[in-house]
């Protein structure tokens, strides 16, 4: 039998969407959305980031601010997009 492990998480999902986004709003100049979904793993957070090139590399300082949400027992699953993908994605919700 599968033993199932519940995370014992100590913010809301909106509060951590809310908490990344600060992060990584505070280090970068690029368009952020992140919003909670849930999958086959469990419930995440999903961080889109707009960038011109999405096949290059982060910034190094978003590297190291995207694991604001590790202490709170969130996983965080950051998604870099094309420029203008960002409002499409906020307008189909």
């Known amino acids: ?39 086959d793993g469990g419930r995440h957070i999903v961080l889109y980031i707009e960038q011109a090139a999405p096949d290059s590399p982060l910034d190094p300082l978003v590297k190291e601010n995207r694991s604001a949400l590790q202490e709170y027992n969130w996983r965080l699953v950051l998604i870099k997009v094309p420029i203008g993908s960002i409002k499409v994605i906020a307008d189909s919700l």
């Not at 709003?25 to 690029?30: E, G, L, M, R």
């Open 1 to 39: 039998m599968t033993r199932i492990n519940k995370m014992n998480r100590k913010l809301s999902a909106e509060m951590a969407a809310e908490l990344i986004k600060k992060q990584i709003s505070a280090v970068t100049d690029a368009r952020i959305y992140a919003r909670p979904e849930s999958d």
